[in-house]
């Protein structure tokens, strides 16, 4: 993980201090923003390869930013959220970040989720994946992250997260992945019994499949999610 930039978005600039001193001990460079303004700033000079962004500050808040952030980027992005606001953790994963840590956290579980997402996001999917998968009425490109609907050609970016969710429904077609499964998948840990952030993350998905009767993903009760249709792969 040497070399890879971190930007790290907090209007507490002794938390930002911390996280540098951190980070930057694991081998990262970490460059700071205290607020939306400061983080554009940053972006205009830097590509890092995650951004941890708060959700409480002044001006333009952690849910406006990360929206703001996906329009035309998919660069990995951790919340960093309330402890007790659960309704925090699920709108940000709504709005398209990767994961999310209470500011309870300790600096090493963050950094198992920093690299964890690291990892998935420079993992070439072609050692899970052919280049293009074809399923139901969709193709995947799998280096692109370009999803394409083969009726009328309209194209949709997927993030690092639901292209891994994705790729794991595909990779596992047909046969039901419990909740567990998930969430090693795409956060590197289980899921906690009463997290909804699964919820969200298969929700977002099934958005993007335009899945609305929810035929394409399945729920199986007390079971977990199945993709329902024949996969077909191409080089």
């Known amino acids: ?46 590509t890092p390869d995650l951004i941890i962004l708060d ?25 960093l959220t309330a402890v007790t606001e659960e309704a925090d953790r699920v709108a940000g994963l709504e709005m398209g ?33 052919a280049r293009k998968v074809r399923f139901d009425d969709w193709s995947l490109d799998t280096v692109t992250r370009q999803l394409t609907r083969l009726e009328d050609h309209q194209v949709k970016q997927l993030s690092g997260a639901d292209l891994s ?27 906690d019994p009463f997290e909804r952030g699964i919820d969200v993350q298969i929700s977002r998905l099934r958005h993007h499949l335009e899945d609305k009767d929810r035929s394409l993903i399945l729920t199986v009760r007390n079971k977990g999610y199945m993709l329902t249709t024949d996969v077909h792969y191409e080089n």
């Open 97 to 129: 970040a990767d994961d999310y840590i209470t500011k309870s956290f300790s600096p090493r579980e963050l950094l198992a989720r920093i690299k964890t997402i690291l990892r998935r996001s420079q993992l070439n999917p072609q050692t899970q994946l």
């Open 55 to 79: 959700i409480m500050m002044p001006g333009d808040d952690g849910f406006t930013l990360c929206q703001k952030l996906r329009r035309d980027s998919q660069i990995p992005i951790i919340m």
């Open 165 to 191: 969710l994705l790729g794991l429904f595909v990779n596992n077609a047909k046969s039901i992945l419990s909740r567990d499964d998930i969430a090693r998948e795409i956060w590197g840990r289980d899921a």
């Open 1 to 46: 993980m040497e070399n890879k930039q971190i930007l790290v978005v907090d209007d507490n600039l002794d938390l930002r201090e911390a996280l540098s001193d951190y980070l930057g001990r694991a081998g990262f460079e970490v460059i700071g923003a205290g607020n939306g303004r400061e983080m554009w700033q940053q972006l205009k000079m830097h």
